[in-house]
């Protein structure tokens, strides 16, 4: 069977010996139920199978689908994001096969999955890009994400009429809440749900030890929409999550012998499978580096930290992110740019409450502008 960046020479071999086995089978004469392939047939399918058996399986077809821009594949379910709307497929086959299906994906590309690297990233033959995780990293299935590439050069022309340089038709206002979406709750409560369910902003969750932090993440991504691709790291399973579609990664701290680190799953997540949010138990380490990356790249996150105000989980971040090695005004105008909103808890006995909403708005004279919203 060829690899992926056979020869074409070595593909079309590969694709006679099929043709060549399909006739034999015909001629045997073997009859699958109503399957019988005629002469006129024979190249067909041929070289449908041989590209079935050589490439991504029940996968291929829609890799070679115009229109298609990722395939996405999360515990047996089958997604498609085409002209940038995703679709559900629904479980196309058993998580077991499309398991199987990354592990040819790595072995083809010369980069087979092992226990202490329970990952993949590899280029497809034409430039598509494979990433895929298994378990134990992958704690919900196998977790596939094909970025389609496409040879086809767009013109002006061909993204005007896409509607590329028109304005939204509908603008949503931020500030303005639905009078029907939970109405039963506090205000803060909605609007902390409301930002969530848009996945409009960056959300760090502060507070002491015990006060509630993860018990308010855990509420909040209740409200994250089936159609919003979800990424989740934790370092233990910890989060009670109920998304349909997630990509759920538990990196062991400290890593197991070569075992990935949680920075490296971050960064995968965020530069590889496509994730409009990630969300991440807590940030108490490297991470923190990884996290500002992907805020700044237009990822939204949702996370814990350690601290005993709004203002000081800033400064925890700068503390964590520094290991980075960049100077700290650098850090605090990532930290500026990319956290939205600080939701702060605070216990005092058996109590745990938001003591304080925190809207960050950037950095000046290298000082936190911050607005307190409730």
Known sequence: MPGWHAEDEARRRFTDQVAKILVEARLAPL????????????IEASRTLSQAISGLGLLQEYLDRPGV???????????????????????????AYFERIARKAADLGGRGMKADRPFVLVDLPGGSRFTA?????SIEGTAIN??????????????????TFDPPAE??????????????????ARFLAWTVHRNAATILISGEFS??????????????????????????????????????????????????TIAEVVNVLYTRMRPDLITFGETVGAEAVELLS?????????????????YDALLRLEDLARASGLPLSA??????????????MRRRGTRRYVEEVVRVDGVENDRYQLERLF
């Open 133 to 137: 995780m298994i378990p134990p990293l």
């Open 294 to 310: 992907a805020m700044n790249l237009g990822k939204r996150v949702l996370t814990t930290i350690h601290a005993n105000s709004a």
């Open 31 to 42: 009859n699958y139920g109503t399957l019988i392939i005629r002469d006129d047939q024979v």
């Open 146 to 163: 094909v970025r389609v590439f496409r040879s086809e050069v767009m013109t002006l022309e061909s993204l005007s009429g896409s509607g």
């Open 171 to 188: 603008q949503v206002d931020g500030d303005r809440i639905p009078g029907e979406f939970c109405p039963d709750l506090p205000d803060v």
């Open 211 to 260: 006060s509630g932090k993860t018990t308010l993440l855990n509420a909040l991504t209740a409200y994250v929409r089936p159609t919003t691709m979800f990424s989740i790291v934790e370092t233990f399973r910890e989060l009670q999550i109920h998304h349909p579609h997630a990509a759920r990664a538990v990196v062991p701290v400290p890593p197991q012998g070569k075992f990935p």
């Open 331 to 344: 850090i605090r105008e990532r930290i500026g740019r990319g956290v939205d909103l600080i939701a702060h």
């Open 69 to 95: 821009e990722e395939i996405i594949v999360r515990n047996g379910q089958v997604l498609l994001e085409e002209r940038g709307r995703i679709a559900e497929l629904g479980r196309l086959a058993p998580d």
